[in-house]
T-cell receptor
Framework: AQSVTQPDIHITVSEGASLELRCNYS??????LFWYVQSPGQGLQLLLK??????LVQGIKGFEAEFKRSQSSFNLRKPSVHWSDAAEYFC???????????FGKGTSLLVTP | SQTIHQWPATLVQPVGSPLSLECTVE??????LYWYRQAAGRGLQLLFY??????ISSEVPQNLSASRPQDRQFILSSKKLLLSDSGFYLC????????????FGPGTRLTVL
């Protein structure tokens, strides 16, 4: 069965610093991978997705993620964090069959001045 | 463009009362529809999904039920709410199941007292 692990529950970074949020997945075949962001009291917004091809994918708001099959990882990165990036971030994995996406438990990002 | 609506935005209900949450999608036909519940620190739990009118699949046995009376309408219900039903309920839609991104509504905050 698919599963997603986000090892960091909370992360604090200074504004302007770089950011990396970790995501590890467990899935036998090539996964479909997603990163979502959720502001407090809001729904989830898709940041980026990986289906196949280039393992470095670009998303909205200056985010990127790299798929590393050997490490079963899909880490999210941003070179310079803005205060507005403070939110909850979710990694999710899908498959070529079925309907459910499996979500990690999320990483809460705090941005300090 | 496609939009997804949920109402109400917030709801406070006594234990034992009924529940009806509604979700509608605009701008697409025959979407896959999903209900998730989000509890603090537990990520997103898929409750139900639907691939067509009248077709409902339950992921987790519980006090809730779902219905899809129209192509772009998805309803989450309960006959008698429990305290444990409190949470943030998110509706989502997708084109093609778990290999496709899901688009989320703004959510409903349910508090059962």
């Amino acid at each position: 069965a698919q599963s997603v692990t986000q090892p960091d529950i909370h992360i604090t970074v200074s504004e302007g610093a770089s950011l990396e949020l970790r995501c590890n997945y467990s899935y036998g075949a090539t996964p479909y991978l997603f990163w979502y962001v959720q502001s407090p009291g809001q729904g989830l917004q898709l940041l980026l997705k990986y289906f196949s091809g280039d393992t470095l994918v670009q998303g909205i708001k200056g985010f990127e993620a790299e798929f590393k099959r050997s490490q079963s990882s899909f880490n999210l990165r941003k070179p310079s964090v803005h205060w507005s990036d403070a939110a909850e971030y979710f990694c999710a994995v899908g498959s070529n069959s079925g309907y459910a996406l499996n979500f990690g438990k999320g990483t809460s990002l705090l941005v300090t001045p | 463009s496609q939009t997804i609506h949920q109402w109400p935005a917030t709801l406070v209900q006594p234990v034992g009362s009924p529940l009806s949450l509604e979700c509608t999608v605009e701008g697409t036909s025959n979407p896959n529809l999903y209900w998730y519940r989000q509890a603090a620190g537990r990520g997103l739990q898929l409750l139900f999904y639907s691939v067509g009118i009248g077709q409902i699949s339950s992921e987790v046995p519980q006090n809730l039920s779902a219905s899809r009376p129209q192509d772009r309408q998805f309803i989450l219900s309960s006959k008698k709410l429990l305290l444990s039903d409190s949470g943030f309920y998110l509706c989502a839609w997708s084109v093609a199941g778990a290999r496709d991104e899901q688009f989320f509504g703004p959510g409903t905050r349910l508090t059962v007292l």
